[in-house]
């Protein structure tokens, strides 16, 4: 049976760039690289938290008008006020928070493709609080 999202894979333009957008911007702590029969470094596999991780591979990402149904992915955070305020000390752009429909606090960012990001915070009226006690 299912028992977590082990990891999401953007194929990216710029490794380096990537990497560093999710590694010194968002604090994900690097697990291994992937490196080919001639060497070459084509890949990185970074951890977010817990059992789940984020592979990024160079490449040429799909035009977004043939995305599929990917929309964007969430990370949680403990404090957003405060991790909104820490990444846009780095630069990084980042909506003020808000109050969604499922009662959780979000904001939004991007990384250097145009994934769209989302921080997510709980709150005890959170529509996902009852499946998380």
């Known amino acids: 049976m299912i ?3 082990a990891h999401l894979c953007f194929i990216v333009r710029d490794l380096e760039a990537a990497e560093a957008f999710y590694r010194d911007g968002l ?3 690097p697990a291994f690289d992937f490196i080919n029969d001639a060497g070459e470094r084509f890949g ?3 951890h977010i938290g817990g059992r789940s991780f984020l592979e990024l591979f160079q490449g040429q ?3 977004s008008d043939a ?5 964007h992915f969430c990370l949680e955070v403990d404090d957003l006020p405060a991790t909104v305020a820490e990444l846009r000390g780095k630069g990084i ?3 003020d928070p808000t109050l969604g429909f499922d009662r959780s606090w979000q904001a939004w ?4 493709d145009g994934n ?3 921080l997510h915070h709980y709150t005890p009226e959170s529509k996902q609080a009852p499946a998380l006690a």
């Open 3 to 5: 028992q977590a999202l």
């Open 27 to 29: 604090g994900l702590r």
């Open 44 to 46: 990185v596999y970074l």
């Open 61 to 63: 990402p799909v035009p």
């Open 67 to 71: 995305q599929g149904s990917y929309a």
């Open 93 to 95: 752009e980042v909506t």
């Open 109 to 112: 960012l991007q990384d250097p």
């Open 116 to 118: 769209r990001i989302e």
